[in-house]
């Protein structure tokens, strides 16, 4: 008994802590990595990406984690390579522990939103099976983790405005730029409601702004009034972009 008295006064040896921590997956790993919005921080835990933040210099990343995610984050600059390419679009997992199952279902239709590509706010909601909540889904992506790795940026308007992004609306536009997307065009398009578009041979109708993602000539395009226009010539729904099938 004298013996487990004294364990008391037993200090565990520095570092014991944070190495318990690890071990038990408590402290995340970050790298500082080059991306088109200019060096960011990004981390992941053993289940994948956790984050992707700006900050002012490490300090700023590490507290503004912790405060965050309620975890610890250690600089490894070894993951340097593994993480900058999971930015750059490569498949990495994700860990998106701390989103609810609806931020969840938002942010897995999100991430398959091709480059280049374009998805209304509205798309997303009916995609996710909840059409009512649009706002909802803007709200899920303001707070997306992992933006870049989860292209949020690919998700505007209906009217065709880029609306709010986690870094800023003005980043939002370059990064669409830079990917080509052409939004006078994008806005263009999505004025006009209940319009589908089908291109000459197609044998499905789509959204206009599915046909951002492929390439085709403007004077080949059809456009169909309603759903029932486009059914009425035989077409079926696009299995990329998913509109209604005709009643
Ligand atoms: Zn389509």
Redesign the pocket.
Known sequence: LNDLETLREVRAPAGFVDAVLRRCGLVDRYALCESPLGSVYVAASDDGITAVMQAADDAAFVAAYRERFGRKVERRDDLRGPLSRALAGEDARVDLRGCNPFQRAVLDVTRRIPEGTIRPYAWIAREIGKPGAVRAVGTALAKNPVPLVIPCHRVVRSDGSCGEYAFGAPLKVSLLQGENVDLGEVRARMSERDVFWSGEDDESY??PF?FAARPFRPESIRKFHGIAEAHAHGLTP?P??HPPLAA
Do not use: I, L, R
């Open positions: 789509c959204y599915c696009c990329t972009c």
